[in-house]
């Protein structure tokens, strides 16, 4: 079955405690990117990989990490997290390919709701 | 600046009712995609539909119907004959070709509410 998968779902952290959001893709897609969900704002973009080791800046990509090593594998890094990070994020794997039958239609993971205390 | 605007905050409904999600987008690109995405209570993201610059024909699947006018930039959906498990907050999003094509711009959401 074609999926992204997040873990963890749910995290409760406190504040300066670096944590790891994974996130892996299935359908060999190049693309691949982390979007933040806020009340009143919508998905905002964090990061993107348009492939492996090419990332870069999405709309609001302060105070976060990633890394693109294989193509599967997108992990979004929070060095140390603060209050303003509490949000639901989600990943998402895209093929990319300008023109193509599924150009823009992005595959979301089912979201990981983080709590910084 | 925001590029995706949906101005309806929350959408209340009975059962049975239509009701109309308004989106209007910015760019300047000729070449663009729209999409609408449902976000139900459990929170996952589910693809209704996406549409390129090129067609402006409206479309009907179901109870779901989507009007695309360039000429008022705008891309609404229709949600006709409601059902409580239409319940759910509408994301309306724009693609463009000067940015990266994966890149979505999202609006801030319309939350429907539908009551039996």
Redesign the interface.
């Known amino acids: 079955e074609a999926q992204v998968t997040q873990n963890p779902r749910y995290l409760i952290t406190v504040t300066g405690k670096k944590l790891t959001v994974t996130c892996s893709q299935n359908m060999n897609h190049e693309?691949m990117?982390w979007?933040r969900q806020d009340p009143?704002?919508?998905?905002?973009?964090i990061y993107?990989s348009?492939n492996v080791e090419a990332t870069d800046k999405?709309d609001v990509p302060e105070g976060y990490k990633v890394s693109r090593k294989e193509k599967r594998n997108f992990p979004l890094i929070l060095e140390s997290p603060s209050p303003n990070q509490t949000s639901?994020y989600?990943c998402?794997s895209?093929s990319?390919?300008?023109g193509g039958p599924n150009?823009?239609?992005?595959?979301?993971g089912?979201?990981s709701?983080l709590t910084v205390l | 600046a925001q590029k995706v605007t949906q101005a309806q905050t929350e959408i209340s409904v009975v059962e049975k009712e239509d009701v109309t999600l308004d989106c209007v987008y910015e760019t300047r690109d000729t070449t663009y995609y729209l999409f609408w995405y449902k976000q139900p209570p459990s929170g996952e993201l589910v693809f209704l539909i996406r549409r390129n610059s090129f067609d402006e024909q409206n479309e009907i699947s179901g109870r779901y119907s989507w009007n695309f006018q360039k000429s008022t930039s705008s891309f609404n959906f229709t949600i006709t004959a409601s059902q409580v498990v239409d319940s759910a907050v509408y994301f309306c999003a724009l693609s463009e070709e000067t940015d990266s094509w994966g890149k979505l711009q999202f609006g801030a959401g319309t939350q429907v509410v539908v009551t039996p």
């Open positions: 693309y990117s979007y009143g704002l919508g998905l905002r973009q993107y348009m999405g639901l989600f998402a895209s990319g390919l300008a150009t823009g239609e992005l595959f979301f089912e979201g709701r």
